[in-house]
C-alpha cells in the first residue's frame, strides 16, 4: 500500500516538474517571438525573395502567381530577410507594409540623412563618430575610398537610426557610406573630411636675445596651418601663410619673416611670440622673449677722412657712434677679382675703430661696412686702388 503511493506521488512529481519546464519553455518561446519584428513581404509575379542570403540552406521564393505573393518574415542576424511562419504575420494584423513605387513591393531606396561626419569638416581626433537616420529598417555600412582595396564594412544592423566610431588616417579622406534595407534597396553618399590630429610645433623663433631691429622669424611644422599672428610690444600683426614673400615650406618645415616699425620702442624693451593655430582649430605659442629695441643705423662721424693709404699700409682711423656695435668689416678685391671680407674691429676705444691693415699691390680696398647688435648698419665707401 505504501509502496503504490510512493509511486502516486513520483509520478505527480513527474507531471508538475514537466509542466513547469513547458510553461517556461513557453515563455521562452514567446519572448523570443515577440522579439522579432515580423513584416509581411508582397512580391509581384516573377519577383523573388532571397532566403538563400538569410541562410545558404534555405531555397529563394519565387513568386509565380498572376496576382502577388505574400511572405511572412523577420530580419536575421545577418541583416537579410528569413522565413516566418504566415500566423506570426496574421496574428499581428500584418499587411503589406512594403508598398511603393509601382506594386505592392517595396522599390524604394532609403532616404538616409548624415549628420557626422560633415563634408570638408576638419577634426582633430583620428576618431571619428558617424552618426545617421534613414525612414526605413536599414543596415550600414562604409567604405574607405583611399584604402589599396576598397571594401563595405558593417556598422550598424537592421536599425533606421545608426551610431558608430571608427578611425581614419590622417589627412585627406574619401569616405562612402550605405544604407541598404530587407529587399536590397540602397542608397550611397561620399564624405571627404580631414583628419588633423598633430599638434603644431613651433621649432625656434629669431632673434633669440639681443636686440630688436622690427625683423622677426619663427620656423614651424604643420600641414595644415591657418593663422600665424607675431604679437611684438602692445601691438600685433597677422603674417600671409599664402605669401612666397613672407612663409616658405621646404618639406615639412615653414619658414616665415615678418618686418615691422618698432621705433615707437626704440631705445625700450619690448616682447615678442609667435601663435600658430591649425585648422582643426588648436592653438600653440612660441616662449616669449624680451629684446632691447634698436632701430638707429651706425653713424660714420668722419666719412670724409676715415682712411689713408702709405704704400703697402692703410690705415683706419673710424669715429663711429653706435653704442651697440657688432662689428666692422671691411671688402676687397684680390689680384685674381674674387671679393674677400675681412674683420676690423668688434668693439671700439674711444668711439673709434683704428686698425692698420697690408693690401698687396694690385688689390682693391671697396668700402666696409658697419653692423650693430640689432642688425642695423652703415656703410663707408672707398674705392681704391693699391698701387705701390
Not at 630688436?212 to 597677422?238: M, R, T, W
Not at 615678442?272 to 643705423?297: H, M, W
Not at 689680384?335 to 693690401?359: A, D, H, P, Q
Request: charge should be positive; include cysteine.
Amino acid at each position: 500500500m505504501k509502496t503504490k503511493n510512493m509511486k502516486t506521488k513520483k509520478m505527480s512529481l513527474k507531471k508538475l516538474v514537466l509542466t513547469t519546464l513547458i510553461f517556461i519553455g513557453v515563455i521562452l518561446l514567446t519572448s523570443n517571438v515577440l522579439a522579432k519584428d515580423y513584416s509581411l513581404i508582397c512580391l509581384e509575379k516573377g519577383e523573388t525573395i532571397k532566403f538563400s542570403e538569410c541562410n545558404p540552406l534555405m531555397s529563394d521564393k519565387s513568386c509565380t502567381s498572376s496576382g502577388y505573393c505574400s511572405y511572412c518574415t523577420y530580419i536575421g542576424t545577418k541583416g537579410k530577410p528569413c522565413p516566418a511562419n504566415i500566423n506570426q504575420c496574421n496574428a499581428l494584423g500584418s499587411s503589406c507594409t512594403y508598398t511603393g513605387g509601382d506594386g505592392p513591393i517595396d522599390r524604394v531606396p532609403p532616404v538616409m540623412a548624415i549628420t557626422s561626419p560633415t563634408e570638408e569638416m576638419v577634426y582633430s581626433s583620428k576618431s571619428v563618430y558617424f552618426r545617421g537616420r534613414s525612414d526605413k529598417v536599414t543596415t550600414w555600412y562604409y567604405k574607405d575610398n583611399n584604402d589599396r582595396r576598397p571594401k563595405w564594412k558593417k556598422m550598424c544592423r537592421a536599425t533606421t537610426y545608426c551610431v558608430d566610431k571608427n578611425r581614419f588616417d590622417e589627412g585627406l579622406n574619401d569616405i562612402s557610406f550605405l544604407s541598404i534595407d530587407a529587399l536590397g534597396n540602397s542608397v550611397e553618399s561620399d564624405i571627404s573630411f580631414r583628419i588633423d590630429s598633430k599638434k603644431p610645433k613651433i621649432k625656434k623663433t629669431y632673434p633669440k636675445r639681443g636686440f630688436a631691429s622690427g625683423l622677426f622669424e619663427v620656423e614651424f611644422q604643420e600641414l595644415n596651418p591657418a593663422s600665424l599672428v607675431l604679437h611684438y610690444g602692445n601691438e600685433e600683426v597677422e603674417l600671409d601663410l599664402n605669401s612666397c614673400n613672407e612663409c616658405k615650406t621646404v618639406k615639412k618645415k615653414t619658414v616665415c619673416t615678418k618686418t615691422v616699425n618698432v621705433s615707437e620702442y626704440n631705445k625700450g624693451r619690448i616682447p615678442y611670440y609667435f601663435e600658430l593655430e591649425d585648422v582643426a582649430g588648436i592653438k600653440v605659442r612660441s616662449k616669449t622673449i624680451y629684446l632691447n629695441v634698436d632701430t638707429s643705423p651706425p653713424k660714420i662721424l668722419n666719412p670724409e677722412s676715415f682712411w689713408r693709404q702709405e704704400g703697402k699700409y692703410v690705415y683706419f682711423d673710424i669715429k663711429i657712434n653706435e653704442p651697440n656695435l657688432d662689428e666692422v668689416v671691411y671688402f676687397y678685391k684680390d689680384r685674381r677679382g674674387k671679393v674677400k671680407e675681412k674683420r676690423l674691429c668688434s668693439r671700439l676705444k674711444n668711439g673709434k675703430c683704428e686698425k692698420r691693415k697690408t693690401f698687396k699691390d694690385g688689390e682693391e680696398l671697396m668700402n666696409i661696412f658697419i653692423v650693430d647688435e640689432a642688425g642695423n648698419s652703415a656703410v663707408g665707401e672707398i674705392g681704391l686702388d693699391i698701387k705701390y
